[in-house]
């Protein structure tokens, strides 16, 4: 979706490294969320969050961070924790109430050797 | 938690044949989503089911949910190149969403 914008494309990190990957919308939307993806799989929720300053645990949180000072913004930080780092990382918004479908970015590729 | 089951896993056809994916609930599904995604892009919102039975179209694409909202298809009539994806399903309750883990389609020219 043209509103919201994930970069870089593609991300070379070495392991032990932590990473930060960038997610900007300007849909003012409230909700935004982090999904992984896998080769061949579906999407799992990182975190997510309804409102600025707080957010939620998803199902596979662990080695991950996010923050959520602006409403625009929600980074999402792999850090070395995070045994299987490499991945397609999709971030997404939503309006908050009524079941708002989701709006993707472009997502982020993620290669961590 | 909550499992959403998708099948097929996989689905090769001829252009022109017809195309049909499975969203499957042990519980009672509140409201379903389908998305695709494109190779190498990211999930586009497609439609949303909210009431029992509910059937809903779209040119080629014909979305059904189920009577005892358990489950829901996706048929895609005639495919097309173009309908070359995944199609995912997924159960929203109010801000959380629980995604079905898609089924591939492939279509031979």
């Known amino acids: 979706d043209g509103g919201i914008t994930q970069s870089p494309k593609y991300l070379f990190r070495k392991e032990g490294q932590n990473v930060t990957l960038s997610c900007e919308q300007n849909?003012?939307?409230?909700?935004m969320y982090w999904y992984r993806q896998d080769p061949g799989q579906g999407l799992r929720l990182i975190y997510y969050?309804?409102?600025?300053?707080?957010?939620q645990k998803g199902d596979i949180a662990e080695g991950y961070s996010v923050s959520r000072e602006k409403k625009e913004s929600f980074p999402l930080t792999v850090t070395s924790a995070q045994k299987n780092p490499t991945a397609f990382y999709l971030c997404?918004?939503?309006?908050?109430?009524?079941?708002?479908?989701?709006?993707f970015g472009n997502g982020t590729r993620l290669t961590v050797t | 938690g909550q499992q959403v089951m998708q099948i097929p896993q996989y689905q090769h056809v001829q252009e022109g044949e017809d195309f049909t994916t499975y969203c499957n609930s042990s519980t009672t599904l509140s409201n379903i989503q389908w998305y695709k995604q494109r190779p190498g892009g990211h999930p586009v919102f497609l439609i949303q089911l909210v009431k029992s039975g509910e059937v809903k179209k779209q040119k080629r694409l014909t979305f059904q949910f189920g009577e005892a909202k358990k489950n829901s298809s996706l048929h895609i009539t005639a495919t097309q190149t173009t309908d070359v994806g995944t199609y995912f399903c997924?159960?929203?309750?109010?801000?959380?969403?629980?995604f079905g883990p898609g089924t591939r389609l492939s279509v031979l020219p």
């Open positions: 997924a159960e929203t309750y109010g801000q959380n969403f629980v």
């Open positions: 997404a918004t939503s309006r908050t109430g009524g079941n708002s479908p989701l709006h």
């Open positions: 849909l003012n939307h409230d909700a």
């Open positions: 969050s309804q409102i600025v300053n707080d957010f």
